[in-house]
């Protein structure tokens, strides 16, 4: 194992060390005694004072000793675990990030707001004052993911995605030689039938096992956010924790990478527009302290996350308000509770009456909302005046293979993944290229696909509706042809394509021909069904 190895490994352990240390200085905060939780600390700055000196980094080990120091006086209990001194050291764990990432880097000496910031920590047993922090930790970003590697091998993400690129080869491959086989005549032949399912049934154990590797659990991700509820909180005067719950549920690692953004915005939400001060928390009966909780559980092939607050809840007459400023609807009678809500994640909605440094221009949800729908996720709110909000996030467990349903327009195939279908009808031929129809009492708005990518040509005289679900109820594309349904390799589209709307990527089909991926969310979208509907 080369330097550069080493470096990797020492960079992950430590951001996984410092996330843990972060998490159990605030939970001090709410329990000042528990000793189990000092040891525990003051155990991490050891073990990452050894491991930087080993490493050559003195800088990082010298201010680890600083930080160990400190902690010996909560453990002597010279220093209590209070509010300020913990005020402290959290900017510690921040000076520590920043120094390891510079010393990675080949810069190994300590700034000068960091020997300030080491002198303050080296006097901490005199809590008489109340301790700031340098400026250059106020709004310090994380140098290092943060990650949990406890009882794991770690591998780099860029061997598991050539893994998982090789399997997903072979998927292609696999159906290409049972259309040969079936072609041949072969396929039902005692001596052929029963080494392809030998075969079959072990690929499908080996899919399986790559996409499990691949599998990263969501617990590590949701407690990175326990010092970002309480600084976001403290920087608005108000008071708020962390609760995680179901952190066990496991996503693909591509799946996770995309969650870290939207989930900091709609904790920052929650924090400036839902959670109200101390005072006017007691004054309404509740507890001066908010309560943010993230649960994650597995449904089937989806994660569904669910951030709550209980906090005022989304004002739905303010929402109204700032949409017809903005012309985005004139009668909102006409409009579900639903409808309503999810106008807060359109571009540049914001209800803020003022712009802050953590939210108020309307960015924020739309963000989220991007996201979310770029992975095939959706995005559900459901609030109550006075007593909070949630904010539902539904996301495949993978993004590489999927259950599609193949069709086809003209001399062109599209495969519209399964989880999006809820039904297929026959249409008779209309010279209108859509418009609604009445599906079990329910006025369904419909689009030909013909229309919508400009394929030449006029359509049969018997045309398949599909029916698909999106946010606001449901849609209806009408296409020439089905093809069936089956499993399917999403390909990323080249340089040339990304800026193809409704299109989400590409897969061969087992007969070898190339057919694009549909991106539901986004074509509901720019076909306008999305609005026709509610």
Do not use: W
């Not at 913990?86 to 990675?104: E, F």
């Not at 009882?151 to 030689?177: C, F, H, Q, W, Y």
């Not at 924090?271 to 309404?284: F, L, M, N, V």
């Not at 943010?292 to 209980?310: E, H, L, M, P, W």
């Amino acid at each position: 194992m080369d330097y550069k190895d080493v470096l990797q490994t020492f960079l992950a352990e430590t951001a996984e060390h410092l996330g843990e240390m972060e998490e159990v200085l605030i939970s001090l905060e709410d329990h000042p005694g528990d000793e189990e939780a000092i040891k525990t600390i003051f155990r991490i700055a050891h073990t990452i004072k050894g491991n930087s000196s080993c490493m050559g980094m003195d800088s990082v080990a010298h201010f680890a000793h600083a930080f160990e120091d400190a902690l010996a006086h909560l453990q002597d209990r010279s220093l209590l675990a209070t509010g300020r001194s913990v005020a402290l050291l959290l900017p510690a764990v921040d000076g520590l990030r920043q120094i390891v990432a510079r010393a990675a880097a080949g810069d190994d000496r300590a700034l000068p707001e960091e020997e300030a910031l080491l002198a303050r920590i080296m006097e901490i047993e005199d809590d008489s004052t109340e301790p700031t922090a340098p400026a250059a930790f106020q709004k310090l970003d994380s140098a290092l993911a943060r990650a949990d590697h406890r009882g794991s091998l770690r591998v780099d993400t860029g061997k598991l995605d050539r893994m998982l690129n090789l399997a997903s080869e072979m998927i292609i491959a696999r159906g290409r030689l049972r259309q040969v086989l079936g072609a041949c005549g072969l396929e039902n032949r005692e001596e052929v039938a029963q080494p392809v399912e030998a075969i079959d049934r072990l690929f499908l154990e080996f899919q399986d096992s790559i996409l499990k590797i691949r599998m990263v659990p969501l617990s590590p991700i949701f407690r990175q956010y326990t010092r970002t509820v309480r600084d976001l909180a403290e920087a608005t005067g108000k008071l708020a924790r962390l609760v995680v719950e179901g952190g066990e549920a496991e996503v693909d690692t591509s799946v996770a990478e995309h969650l870290r953004d939207p989930l900091t915005h709609i904790i920052r939400n929650a924090i400036d527009h839902g959670i109200e001060t101390p005072a006017a928390r007691i004054q309404k009966g509740k507890a001066p302290c908010g309560r943010i909780s993230v649960r994650a559980n597995q449904q089937g092939d989806q994660i569904i996350i669910r951030i709550s607050d209980d906090g005022a809840g989304l004002n739905r007459d303010r929402i109204i308000e700032q949409a017809r400023l903005r012309g985005i609807i004139a009668d909102p009678s006409v409009l579900t509770d639903q409808a309503i809500h999810r106008l807060i994640l359109q571009p540049g909605f914001s209800t803020a009456e003022r712009v802050t440094e953590i939210s108020g221009r309307g960015v924020g949800m739309d963000v989220v909302c991007r996201n979310i729908e770029a992975i095939r996720g959706s995005v559900e709110i459901s609030t109550h005046s006075g007593e909070g909000t949630t904010i539902t996030i539904r996301l495949p467990l993978t993004l590489a293979i999927i259950d599609g349903f193949v069709v086809g327009v003209g001399d062109e195939t599209y495969v519209i993944p399964v989880d999006s279908v809820t039904g297929c009808l026959e249409l008779v031929r209309s010279a209108e290229p859509g418009g609604l129809i009445n599906l079990r009492g329910e006025a369904v708005p419909y689009v030909r696909l013909r229309k919508l990518f400009r394929i030449s040509g006029d359509p049969p005289e018997r045309e398949s509706l599909i029916i698909v679900r999106h946010e606001a109820g449901q849609a209806g594309f009408a296409v020439d042809d089905l093809y069936g349904e089956g499993q399917v390799v999403i390909k990323p589209l080249g340089k040339l394509f990304k800026q193809l709307v409704g299109v989400s990527g590409s897969t061969v089909l087992d007969n070898g021909r190339v057919a694009l991926v549909l991106d539901i969310p986004a074509l509901v979208q720019e076909s306008a069904l999305h609005y026709r509907s509610i």
